[in-house]
């Protein structure tokens, strides 16, 4: 079936550092990537929409500066979490579907903590 | 926005009873309600979805009903085994394509199923 690859899995970076995770879709065209943050115990929460070749469309309360999506290949999202603080420590996750809108399938997650 | 309400929160039952999660939503123009599990540090996997022409769906032990009038949807799991353990998520989206991914989380309900 449908794979999504996110990497890493674990990341532990200095406050102040910038940290970029990858999502790829293995075996079909991602048109469309998702990417939610999700807190210890808490839900998901969608952070931004990602269409490939156009810029992403963030969620309200989401700094698109501190939080640089690209999405500039059909298998291929970036996020970047710039200048990381302590807060901005969770896990990340992304989630992509290919064109028409078929099955929504999920990364493994990055679990970011910043010290 | 969309919002989604979840309940209940924790629910612990005994291997073989069954368990109901209920969900609310507030976006009557949400067409498309799926239920995610999540084990601990895992990606979210989609156990059973729903869309709003429908009123129920099942598969094995898992079922969906959905009251579009009432805004609500419920997830039914029948002769819980304790691998069901977990923690469930519902959401709720609109639109059509890859923009019916756009999902809305509700804060989740850790399941126990004690043996």
């Known amino acids: 079936g449908a794979v999504v690859s996110q990497h890493p899995s674990r990341v532990i970076c200095k406050s102040g550092t910038s940290v970029k995770i990858e999502c790829r879709s293995l075996?079909?065209?991602?048109?469309?990537m998702f990417w939610y943050r999700q807190f210890p115990k808490q839900s998901l929460m969608l952070m931004a929409t990602?269409?490939?070749?156009?810029?992403?469309?963030?969620e309200q309360g989401v700094e698109k500066d501190k939080f640089l999506i690209n999405h500039a290949s059909l298998t291929l999202s970036t996020l970047t979490v710039t200048s990381a603080h302590p807060e901005d420590s969770s896990f990340y996750i992304c989630?992509?579907?290919?064109?028409?809108?078929?099955?929504?399938?999920f990364g493994n997650g990055t679990r970011l903590t910043v010290t | 926005g969309e919002n989604v309400e979840q309940h209940p929160s924790t629910l612990s039952v005994q291997e073989g009873d069954s368990a109901v999660i209920k969900c609310t939503y507030s976006?009557?123009?949400?067409?498309?309600f799926p239920w995610y599990k999540q084990e601990l540090g895992k990606r979210p996997q989609l156990i059973i979805d729903?869309?709003?022409?429908?009123g129920e769906k099942k598969d094995q032990r898992i079922a969906v009903t959905l009251n579009k009038t009432a805004k609500h949807f419920s997830l039914h799991i029948t002769e819980t085994q304790p691998e069901d353990s977990a923690v469930y998520f519902c959401a709720a989206s609109k639109g059509s394509g890859a923009g019916s991914y756009q999902l809305t989380f509700g804060k989740g309900t850790k399941l126990s199923v004690i043996p």
């Open positions: 075996d079909f065209q991602a048109t469309t």
């Open positions: 990602s269409n490939e070749g156009s810029k992403a469309t963030y």
């Open positions: 729903i869309r709003s022409n429908v």
């Open positions: 989630s992509a579907t290919n064109r028409g809108g078929g099955s929504l399938h």
């Open positions: 976006d009557s123009a949400s067409n498309y």
